[in-house]
């Protein structure tokens, strides 16, 4: 991506006040290095705040989640219903969202742009509860901050039983970044190899819900619960 020298500076001097500091600090990162992007940029996330206090007024969200790279078009109302009962919401008063229109091309970041904004949007608006995506964008996320560690909601007898299908981040990674480095950078390593690996999602290879719309019949989906959901209950549930 290109940019002034200036930009780059102010990065690197962002960088360095990260070092050293856990998982959860990077989306602070996250969040300022997407802010110095176009006006354009800004002009999205004014319209995206307009739809989601649209979509938030018309009933009472109580759990709002993004399918990314689902493979499918679109979610149809009986897959939402379902999730929704599993959840305990009535459907009158409360309701469900999981959106599943955005795509992230991994081989072309500079694409991305507008999926970026609409997910730091959601994130700083305590609004997005959990993500579901293909492997490769969640490890891009993860390694972003984007999620929060799940022995914050899990207890070690669940995780434990869950242990196979765990996906985890290496914080120390993040951690010891360079200072002359201007992006986050990541190396997808084993659990074995991992210097302080945190779990931040659950792998879905045998769920119910996704086999039945046929989402991610191709890709292996993981999901996590967003470290700024103010809906973890229910994440952690649908995650279940």
């Not at 009962?85 to 970041?109: Q, R, W």
Request: hydrophobic share 40%; proline share 2%.
């Amino acid at each position: 991506m290109a940019a002034g020298n200036g930009i780059r500076d102010e990065i690197k001097e962002q960088r360095k006040s990260l070092k050293g500091k856990g998982i959860r600090a990077h989306l602070d990162y996250f969040f300022y290095y997407y802010k110095i992007h176009t006006i354009a940029a800004i002009i999205v996330i004014i319209f995206a705040v307009w739809f989601i206090h649209d979509a938030m007024n018309s009933s009472d969200v109580s759990f709002y989640a993004v399918a990314i790279n689902s493979g499918i078009s679109q979610f149809d109302d009986s897959f939402t219903d379902e999730v929704s009962a599993y959840l305990g919401l009535d459907g009158d008063n409360y309701s469900c969202n999981i959106d599943n229109s955005l795509t992230f091309d991994n081989e072309n970041m500079n694409a991305n742009l507008a999926v970026q904004q609409r997910i730091i949007t959601l994130s700083a608006a305590n609004s997005l509860d959990a993500l579901l995506s293909d492997r490769d964008t969640f490890l891009y996320y993860a390694s972003s901050g984007l999620f929060a560690d799940l022995t914050d909601y899990f207890t070690k007898d669940e995780l434990e039983s869950l242990s196979d299908r765990i996906f985890y981040i290496d914080s120390s990674q993040l951690e010891n970044q360079s200072d002359t480095d201007s992006e986050i950078s990541y190396n997808d390593i084993p659990y074995e190899e991992m210097g302080n690996p945190v779990p931040v999602g659950i792998i879905c290879p045998d769920s119910s819900f996704l086999k039945k719309v046929g989402a991610y019949s191709s890709s292996e989906a993981i999901v996590g619960i967003c470290y700024t959901s103010h809906h973890s209950d229910y994440a952690k549930k649908f995650i279940e």
